[in-house]
């Protein structure tokens, strides 16, 4: 059987999909790939040239981390793969804060130094600046992985599990599945138990314990997941998804060359 991906929900940041005819590993690698391995910009290093707010400069700098940026990762090179010594156009970009009291500062007071980025929401506060009180920061953004810190993670929520199907075998019509299950797996039609969505089953088994008849079977699938990914909006879902499996796929070609120079 062939690889097969079926869409369930596609949203600009939000993704459901099956993805059948694929090993555990293999539906694993595309989780870890999403999570772990696609570059992103982010915000690495903080210069404070006055900060007189409340918050410390330590901590203004994390929150400024964590802002998701929107850009093209393939813009930019790795640092430690740039030909430079410390830092040039390639690996690094800046932005800048220059805000004065009474104001909140938001994230889209931000100033990038490259008009081709911009931040994925334009309302998370940074810090309340009272009547006197400044900020005045400049930013680098330097390209990395999720696997190296969590600012640079691109699938916040991300994962997987085998797809469900729930059937009935014996059935009294007592209906007390229908109520006690939470993800409304079981419907009463004309006062007959009937089976609805068996894809939003959880596995929590609820149904077996109340099922008087024992008339309950929940079987997975071994080689097909149902996958959840929500992204922090820097990047689509689908663009995600893809840029995964191009990963995915450059590694395996990759590991192929190089099984195939050890057999010369
Ligand atoms: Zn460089």
Redesign the pocket.
Same mark, same amino acid.
């Given at each position: 059987m062939g690889i097969e991906v079926k869409v369930i929900d596609l949203g600009e940041r939000k993704a459901k999909f099956i993805l059948s005819g694929v090993t555990p590993a293999f539906a694993n690698a595309l989780r870890r790939c999403m999570i772990n391995e696609i570059p992103r910009l982010a915000i690495d290093e903080v210069h404070f040239y006055e900060n007189t707010s409340i918050l410390f400069d330590e901590q203004i700098a994390l929150r400024l981390a964590l802002i998701p940026l929107k850009a093209d990762p393939t813009g930019y090179v790795m640092?430690d793969e &740039?030909t430079?010594e410390d830092? &040039?156009a390639? &690996?690094q970009t800046t932005a800048t804060i220059s805000a004065e009291g009474p104001k909140m500062v938001y994230s889209s007071d931000l100033i990038m130094g490259d008009e081709n980025i911009s931040v994925a929401d334009d309302r998370i506060p940074i810090v309340d600046l009272k009547e006197g009180q400044k900020l005045l920061l400049n930013a680098i953004i330097r390209l990395g992985t999720g696997e190296m810190h969590a600012k640079w993670q691109s699938a916040v929520v991300c994962g997987y599990k085998n797809v469900p199907h729930v059937s009935i075998t014996d059935c009294n019509d007592c209906a007390r599945c229908v109520s006690i299950c939470p993800r409304d797996v079981f419907r009463l039609v004309d006062g007959r138990v009937m089976i609805g969505d068996d894809i939003n089953c959880s596995y929590c088994k609820l149904c077996l314990d109340v099922c008087e008849l024992q008339g309950i079977v929940i079987e997975e699938e071994p080689d097909a997941f149902l996958f959840t990914l929500e992204t922090d909006g820097g990047m689509s879902a689908s663009m995600t998804i893809a840029y995964a499996i191009h990963l995915l796929k450059e590694r395996a070609i990759r590991l192929k060359s190089a099984l195939e120079s050890l057999a010369h």
């Open positions: 640092e &740039c430079c830092g &040039c390639l &690996c």
